[in-house]
């Protein structure tokens, strides 16, 4: 893990655009009780449960504005067009943005080969198109699956895949979560051997509800050992037990990183203060006072 060492530790927290009028005026406060924890920047989904850009841009607007910590829109290109891309870079640009999560994202299954204009069909071809159209003045982050994306032919096609994306000019990666530690070291010595001397920063799902994170892992690749799975299982029915043994689980996989030299996490939040609130207490990572739970 020589190449992570050399990356000085960030950590961030993912959000995603409220939807709901509860949602939405949970988050500013959401956003301040997070940012006391002094993150590098929070990051915006787009997409993800039909949010749309608009979302995302009033969102990353918003955290911006309350916090002063800075927000990196999610973006996803398939689908999409150059000019479509390009307008939603410069309204981006105008609103301070510095930092773009750079995506392919899925299309919806009923648009899948149906041979719909789109001038993008992978991520890599939007990091090439940003570097191209913009330079240096987004920094970017890609996508990195240790475990694999569920739709690669294989680790190998996938790794190229990456690879392709570091090469078009990503910055930094952000990988699935994972609960195998073993499988983000094996990823970051292949980076090592590919000479790919980009952070590749572990994303960490907390664990707080287990049909949520069932449904989320089957799509997405991610695998839950079978230890975890049975003990979730025997716990789905008692919330608090089950979030105990969640915020051990991955405050443990968490420790594990840290200490083999991963430079830093970043977290998905789910929108809620108080499952990355445990995680970051039980790491011993700065803790203001404002902050204690
Ligand atoms: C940190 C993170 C944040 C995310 N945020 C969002 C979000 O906000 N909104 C959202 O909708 N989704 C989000 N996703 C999910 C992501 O959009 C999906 O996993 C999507 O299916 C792949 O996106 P990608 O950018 O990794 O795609 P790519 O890197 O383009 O890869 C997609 C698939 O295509 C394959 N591939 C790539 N290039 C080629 C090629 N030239 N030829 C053949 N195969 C190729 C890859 O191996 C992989 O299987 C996020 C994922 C992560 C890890």
């Not at 991963?262 to 445990?278: D, K």
Request: proline share 7%.
């Amino acid at each position: 893990m020589k190449t992570q060492q050399q990356h000085p530790a960030q950590f961030s927290f993912e959000l995603f655009p409220p939807r709901t009028p509860e949602g939405i005026a949970k988050l500013p406060n959401l956003a301040a009780q997070l940012a006391v924890l002094q993150p590098k920047y929070f990051s915006v989904t787009y997409g993800a449960g039909g949010s749309d850009q608009d979302g995302t841009y009033d969102t990353v607007v918003s955290v911006v504005e309350k916090t002063g910590v800075e927000a990196a829109p999610h973006l996803t290109c398939v689908g999409s067009t150059r000019a479509k891309i390009s307008a939603l870079l410069q309204r981006y640009k105008a609103a301070g943005v510095k930092r773009i999560v750079a995506l392919r994202g899925d299309m919806p299954a009923t648009s899948y080969g149906t041979g719909a204009r789109a001038d993008f069909h992978y991520a890599n071809e939007l990091v090439q198109f940003i570097r191209e159209t913009e330079g240096d003045v987004f920094h970017l982050e890609v996508a990195a699956y240790p475990e694999m994306h569920p739709q690669a032919s294989s680790p190998a096609a996938d790794f190229a895949s990456f690879k392709r994306k570091v090469e078009a000019g990503a910055d930094a990666a952000i990988t699935q979560y994972f609960f195998n530690p073993e499988a983000y070291f094996d990823f970051v010595e292949r980076c090592e051997r590919a000479q790919l001397k980009l952070p590749v920063i572990p994303g960490i799902m907390p664990i707080v509800n287990h049909a949520q994170l069932t449904r989320f892992s089957a799509a997405c690749g991610a695998d839950i050992p079978r230890w975890i799975a049975l003990r979730l299982e025997q716990l789905k029915d008692d919330k608090a037990a089950l979030q105990d043994f969640g915020v051990e689980v991955v405050t443990r996989l968490c420790e594990t990183l840290l200490k083999a030299g991963a430079p830093g996490i970043h977290f998905y939040t789910l929108n809620q203060v108080e499952p990355t609130l445990r995680l970051w207490k039980n790491l011993g990572l700065p803790m203001p006072l404002a902050a204690a739970v």
